[in-house]
């Protein structure tokens, strides 16, 4: 069965600095990976899927993740970071196990940006 | 503007009482789900449509019921049996059941239930 472990559920950063959320995943066959992101009492948005191709994905707001077979991780990045990144950020990857088009989500990690 | 409406946002409800909250989407999206969220918890599945008419229980359907009669409609009943009903609903949809389509979140609703 598909699973997801996010590292770290609360992360703190600097205003500038380089944010890095980590997300390991656990599936038998190649998987599909997502990000989204949550602001408080909302739903949540699409930052960057991986289905197939290349391993370094590009999403929105300057967030990008690269799928690393080897290691089983889907790490989300961005260089540098701006107050509006604070927010909770989930990891899926696609439920093989279940119903296609099902996704299996990770448990989130809260980023918080200080000035 | 495309996209999925849930109502109401905020909703309080006293114990022992049903509850529908409602979900529509005009993407003409086929497959159509309903996520508990809990602090801490991530995302759980409750419910899911792939097609009118038909739907499947996911990991905690226990005390909550669905119906999908209408393509852009699921609405989610949450039953007087559900014992620890307070919590953030989201409804979600995606264009097909194949994997590689991610899901479109509505903007959710809190329930609190007393």
């Known amino acids: 069965a598909q699973s997801v472990t996010q590292l770290g559920s609360h992360v703190s950063v600097s205003e500038g600095a380089l944010v890095l959320l980590r997300c390991n995943y656990s599936?038998?066959?190649?998987?599909?990976l997502f990000w989204y992101v949550q602001y408080p009492n909302q739903g949540l948005q699409l930052l960057l899927k991986y289905t197939t191709g290349a391993t370094l994905v590009k999403g929105i707001n300057g967030f990008e993740a690269e799928f690393k077979k080897s290691e089983t991780s889907f790490h989300l990045t961005k260089p540098s970071a701006h107050m509006s990144d604070a927010a909770e950020y989930f990891c899926a990857v696609s439920d093989y196990g279940g119903s296609q088009g099902n996704l299996i989500f990770g448990k989130g990690t809260k980023l918080s940006v200080k000035p | 503007d495309g996209g999925i409406t849930q109502s109401p946002k905020y909703l309080f409800r006293k114990e022992g009482q049903n509850v529908t909250l409602s979900c529509e989407q005009n993407l003409n999206h086929d497959a159509m789900y309903w996520y508990r969220q809990d602090p801490g918890q991530g995302l759980r599945l409750i419910y899911y449509?792939?097609?009118?008419?038909?739907?499947q229980k996911g990991d905690i359907a226990e005390g909550y019921s669905v119906s999908r009669e209408k393509k852009e409609s699921f609405p989610l009943t949450v039953t007087s049996a559900q014992k620890n009903p307070t919590a953030f609903y989201l409804c979600a949809s995606s264009p097909s059941d194949s994997l590689s389509y991610e899901q479109y979140f509505g903007p959710g609703t809190r329930l609190t239930v007393t």
């Open positions: 599936s038998s066959v190649p998987p599909y």
């Open positions: 449509s792939q097609i009118v008419n038909d739907f």
